[in-house]
């Protein structure tokens, strides 16, 4: 449809546009070709260039031929002769037929057609194609569009598969996709004291805890910023906080700090996460499991009368640092309304 347009324009109108069209996308794809060192962009660049020039030459051509219309030297004198000693003849007869007037029509001047300026009409194209093209490069930046506006990223909709056991045999529990909707708050970047962050991957997941034979439904989701990633669990089991604190304790924890959140009792502690390397090259398995950054987790019961289970909001960030305590129960705050308690 392009080509069909582009053929039909006048000559002095379509050969401007394809000279400013081709020397235009051949310098850019030229540039970013050298910048990326990119061979086929070199080529296309070349193929626009060239074809660029092919049209320049058709247009010098075409002025020159129009300055001087009349016909080419003879190679020799005699064909010279003859057609000197015919131009006097050709030219009487001329003048004669102009001289006799057509029958019913009375004889006046004659009017010699006027040509269009070829290069009114090339300063005509290009303005045009300039005018376009500003048209579209600054048209977004005075026109408001929602469109134009990255989207937030957002929980997924979609159906997930089948729910395991330990999700049918436990009273109520919390999906992963619920979870993910409770955690991915407009303020959460907000809560964690980086307001201008937007989250830059969500997911969630209705797994179950490890070693207990896929008995204990344990949902997750997680949300990660430039800065923070977020992680909140549910585990549907019969532990306590009280019982939770005491393995912490006997196992050399010393950074546990309890406090009430919301009524239900809660603790604060800090481990470090794992750093797994997997080697997608092949010929070997990847390195060993390692020591990531420290991630700082509050762990809340499930209800006040804290009769088993519990939520926990862990945060941590590839650089080590972490947020004050007091993100944390604001995240809590925010997440455990949308998490029903054990007795509901």
Known sequence: MIGFIIRRLPF???????IVVGSVLGVRIMYLAVHDHDRVAAGLGVVFLVFTAIRVHVVIRALRTRRDPGPAAPADGTAADSAAQAQPSVQAQTQLQAQVPEP???PGPATPEKEPNPWGQAFAAVAVFGALGAAVWFGP?????DTTAPQP???SDEAHGKLPKAYRDTPRPVTGDELCK?????ELAELL???GESATSVSSADNTAPLTDGKVAQPEAEVAFDTYTVNVSATYNHLTTDQYVKLMRSGNESDVKTLTVLGRPAFLSSDHTMRIEINLGGGGSGGPVEEGPLARTLTVALDRDDKGGYCEITVWSSSGALPDDR???DISEKVLPGIPGRTA
């Open 104 to 106: 019913g029509r009375r």
């Open 153 to 155: 990223v957002s929980c």
């Open 12 to 18: 002095w109108v379509r050969e401007p546009l394809l």
């Open 141 to 145: 930046r005075f026109m408001p569009s």
């Open 327 to 329: 993100a944390l129960l």
């Open 182 to 186: 409770a955690l991915n708050r407009p």
């Open 193 to 195: 004291g980086t307001p």
